[in-house]
């Protein structure tokens, strides 16, 4: 029933940035949404998450490049990944929690970065 809809992934050159956003469908209204990745034969790791109060967790990696906000009237999350990496590259995971539901994941969306 949840449905996280994500888009924005792509190609880019090392130095470059990207935006994805994540419209999350049939959550509850106070909740957590962010982005995971997982790049190949690693785990999946935090890159970062608010609370739709604005409470904000961000990988140490990440701190400085990216920025995540969101629209709680839409229900959108987006991750601004400036001064992109190599070491970037994976596949980034929309993320949905509540406090009464357990988390949820989208799809994936493929960030490649060229050195």
């Known amino acids: 029933q949840v449905q996280l809809v994500e888009s924005g992934g792509g190609l880019v050159k090392a130095g470059g940035s990207l935006r994805l956003s994540c419209l999350a469908r049939?959550?509850?209204?106070?909740?957590?949404l962010g982005w995971y990745r997982q790049a190949p034969e690693k785990q999946r790791e935090l890159v970062a998450t608010?609370?739709?109060?604005?409470?904000?967790k961000y990988a140490d990696s990440v701190k400085g490049r990216f920025t995540i906000s969101r629209d709680n009237a839409k229900k959108t999350v987006y991750l601004q990944m400036n001064s992109l990496r190599p070491a970037d590259t994976a596949v980034y995971y929309c993320?949905?929690?509540?406090?009464?539901?357990?988390?949820?994941w989208g799809q994936g969306l493929q960030v490649t970065v060229s050195s």
């Open positions: 993320y949905y929690h509540s406090r009464f539901e357990h988390g949820f």
């Open positions: 049939s959550v509850f209204t106070h909740n957590t």
């Open positions: 608010m609370t739709t109060d604005g409470d904000t």
